[in-house]
């Protein structure tokens, strides 16, 4: 049996390839997706759950068709799918499925944790196969994956044996980008490390026995852009994790701000953006809302050249 290709080249190839280090965040606000697209879906579709779940997926499909050619990785957040119950659900599935037929390398923004059994079966439907009727086979299948570690390592390990047997990924919550965030995490311990600390030399062990070709681990650390001093401490901790980056654009943050996230080779960090690429039309004077696809092209070229300028 062929070995799986490792996540981290996976991405990194793919970084390389484009010449880009942006995630576009798929966070669809049903209020804000253009009203072309709510009609559309409201007309031929009398059941108002399965018609957001159709106009959700018909935005999203254009904001790929638009970027897939300009970037690695999109990151859908279920939470925005799951309010609209089993049918945001599905717009979910195809949302990934979708991505994945465009080149485009999938997280699954789902920040799952939990011990055991539960824990397995969270790996096995965003990461793995689930038994169906003595057949094996993929359900959501997502590349990667968010994971919330404060349950300890029997709440990480499944994700991770999942994330080896099929060359996929996690990303570990580390220090997140919200305000309040350092509530917990910014916590000092006895020894004067913070609680955030101690969670990225877990992070630095938990990858070190399935590092890529091109110096990665496969276990990820979600570190907001909002915390430059921070990321620069963490980056010294943890220099084969691959940084997931929120925070950049609508929640202040700019490229000098996610510069410490980077090694030297320029590699080790991915940025996330959404709101201010998918909605980028509604900030322009340029674009109208059938012009929403254009207007997020525009903006993830913007930030590429931001990034890229930064990274050099």
Excluded at 143 to 151: E, F, G, K
Excluded at 179 to 207: C, K, R
């Amino acid at each position: 049996m062929m070995k799986p290709f490792h996540f981290a080249d996976r991405l990194n190839t793919s970084i390389k390839k484009k010449h880009s280090v942006v995630c576009v965040g798929l966070d669809p606000r049903l209020e804000q997706v253009p009203d072309f697209i709510k009609k559309k879906a409201l007309t031929t579709d009398k059941n108002i759950f399965s018609a957001a779940a159709e106009a959700i997926l018909e935005f999203n499909k254009g904001i790929i068709d638009a970027v897939c050619d300009l970037v690695p990785v999109v990151k859908p957040q279920i939470a925005f799918y799951e309010q609209y119950g089993h049918e945001g659900v599905r717009a979910y599935e195809e949302t990934l499925a979708y991505a994945r037929k465009k080149d485009l390398i999938t997280i699954a923004d789902v920040k799952r944790g939990d011990i055991g059994s539960t824990a397995e079966a969270y790996a096995k439907a965003f990461l793995g196969k689930v038994d169906v009727f003595g057949k094996e086979v993929f359900s959501f299948d997502a590349d990667a994956l968010t994971v919330s570690p404060y349950l300890g390592y029997d709440g990480i390990k499944p994700f991770i044996d999942e994330s080896r047997k099929h060359g996929k990924g996690i990303f570990v919550l580390v220090k997140t980008s919200n305000p309040s965030s350092g509530d917990l995490q910014d916590l000092q311990m006895q020894d004067g490390h913070t609680v955030y600390e101690i969670m990225a030399q877990y992070l630095d062990s938990w990858g070190t026995d399935n590092i890529s070709e091109t110096d990665y681990s496969f276990v990820g650390a979600v570190v907001g852009a909002t915390f430059p001093v921070q990321a620069a401490k963490l980056r010294k901790l943890m220099p084969h994790n691959i940084f997931l980056v929120p925070g950049y654009g609508a929640q202040g943050a700019t490229a000098m701000d996610v510069k410490n996230c980077f090694n030297a080779d320029g590699l080790g960090a991915i940025i996330n953006s959404s709101r201010g690429i998918i909605y980028a039309w509604k900030d322009s004077d340029i674009y109208s809302e059938k012009d929403y696809a254009e207007a997020a092209r525009d903006a993830v070229i913007k930030m590429n050249k931001e990034l890229e300028a930064m990274i050099k």
